[in-house]
């Protein structure tokens, strides 16, 4: 009976068409700062609003414009189209410059994790300072992962969300390659073969990796 009531009462209430939930969005997204999940909107928007579906119209809708409808990790955001971010370099301020072993260190973290410190400077052949740590913690393109289920339980590293939107990315698997990483000078020849593994070459025996890898984490 409550089962029906309840059906009952959320008939009375007819979901926006499509197109005003699509503007909805749009207006969400652009008055945020952070990105926003589609949970958020579908709390923000009128019941019977579907979120997730007023998103793929709208991302289509800005393919080929200036600004772009762009999923961060498991949220959205509108950001500038990539081949126009030369647009905004002059209203830039570098705040501070990473070190060389700082963007070693967050590079690993990025193509590697979860890592440990250890694996770290087993890749990069010299020590991780606590500082360097710090400073990508600080800024918040790292966290802490799990602990791997090893001798002393190490804790593990993992890039964050506002790494992937600092650099317009979706997820990890965005990273540039080898080639590209050389090829924009951000990168020499001296880190060890295979440090860095090229997106996209073997996909499926890393993701074998990760899940026979699973049971030396723990949540």
Not at 73 to 80: E, I, K, Q
Not at 97 to 125: C, F, M, N
Not at 207 to 212: N, P, S
């Amino acid at each position: 009976m409550p089962e029906e009531i309840e059906s009952k009462e959320e008939s009375l209430f007819e979901a926006p068409p499509i197109a005003e939930q699509e503007r909805m969005c749009e207006a969400i997204l652009f008055a945020s700062a952070e990105p926003v999940s589609v949970k958020e909107l579908n709390d923000r928007m009128p019941h019977g609003c579907d979120a997730a579906e007023a998103l793929a119209h709208l991302r289509k809708r800005y393919e080929g414009r200036g600004v772009r409808v762009t999923k961060v990790g498991d949220a959205w955001a509108m950001r500038t189209a990539p081949d126009l971010g030369f647009l905004m370099q002059k209203e830039m301020v570098e705040t501070r410059k990473l070190s060389r072993a700082a963007i070693e260190t967050l590079a690993i973290i990025a193509y590697h994790q979860p890592v440990t410190r250890a694996e770290i400077e087993e890749i990069r052949g010299v020590s991780v300072s606590r500082g360097t740590v710090d400073q990508l913690l600080e800024m918040e393109w790292i966290r802490f992962g799990r602990r791997k289920m090893t001798p002393g339980r190490p804790v593990t590293f993992v890039v964050t969300p506002e790494f992937l939107d600092q650099f317009g990315l979706e997820n990890a698997r965005d990273l540039p390659g080898l080639k590209e990483l050389r090829s924009a000078g951000l990168l020499e020849n001296r880190p060890p073969p295979g440090s860095m593994p090229k997106l996209g070459e073997d996909e499926d025996a890393e993701e074998e990796a990760t899940e026979g890898q699973s049971e030396l984490f723990e949540d």
